[in-house]
């Protein structure tokens, strides 16, 4: 009997034991730690630094140049400034082309501006020498006070005194009309209505042939080159009065200015220019 009690304990602590040894063995359930997040996101950043501390000692190690240590943050800031640096350069430098293009194009403005500047005074300085010339061939001038059998217009305003040499002409009084001209030239000359005088005065004297007269008041009538619809024609006649007179070269040089100085010409006074670059054996 007390064998089997013995027995009976005996087995009660063995499995008391094993029980204690079981509960032991089985894990019991933990909590979150807040600091394993934070251990973790301090990993990463370090394994961030170590990526980019070898990137750069890989760098320095191929190109053998010193190795410079920024923040990404920084590197990131420096690239900015590089781009927006070289974006004001690429402005600048267009800011610049086109700044040599508005000067190269002001220069020519200027050039082209003297050039006409030249041009027109040279041609005026032909003008006169051509009038002196015409003026050494014709007969000395009367005196004072005497016109040659061409009385002297009465002293009236210029509207009405050339409005009276106009309607002679219109009446085909040629006559009458040179006289009228002559009149309102040797007084109102100046006036608004002067080189228009002159060049009705060269029509009266074209048509009767008195060449080195028509030449003249011709040369009155264009000089300053009037943008008026007689001038082209003038510029015409004056050509073909230096024709009649054996001047082919004056009549030829003055045959080239008409399309420089009106290109919009008629077709009329072009076609009597051609012709008397004709007549004149121009080049």
Known sequence: MKLKSAAFAALLATSALTGAAAIAQTPLPLEADPLDDRSARRVERMEKVVRELRSIVFQGRDTGKPVVVQPAETEAMIQTMATRVTDLEESLQRLNGQNETLNFDLNQAKREAADAKNQAM???????????????????????????GLPMAQDVDPETAFAN????????????????????????????????????????????QAYPDAAAS????????????????????????????????????????????YPNASAAVKSRAATTRTQAKCA
């Not at 041609?123 to 001038?141: F, P, Y």
Request: glycine share 10%.
């Open 122 to 148: 040279a041609l005026n300085d032909r003008l006169t020498a051509l009038e002196q010339k015409i003026a050494s061939g014709m007969v000395a001038a009367p005196p004072p006070g005497e016109t040659g």
């Open 165 to 208: 040499a106009r309607q002679m002409l219109l009446d085909g009084d040629y006559a009458g009309a040179e006289r009228a001209f002559a009149g309102f030239v040797e007084q109102h000359g100046d006036s608004p209505k002067g080189a228009e005088a002159r060049y009705w005065l060269a029509e009266t004297q074209y048509v009767r």
């Open 218 to 261: 011709y040369i009155g009538a264009i000089r300053g080159w009037p943008k008026t619809g007689w001038a082209p024609d003038a510029v015409v006649k004056l050509a073909r009065s230096l024709s009649a007179m054996n001047r082919a070269a004056d009549a030829c040089k003055t045959l080239d200015e008409l399309p420089k100085r």
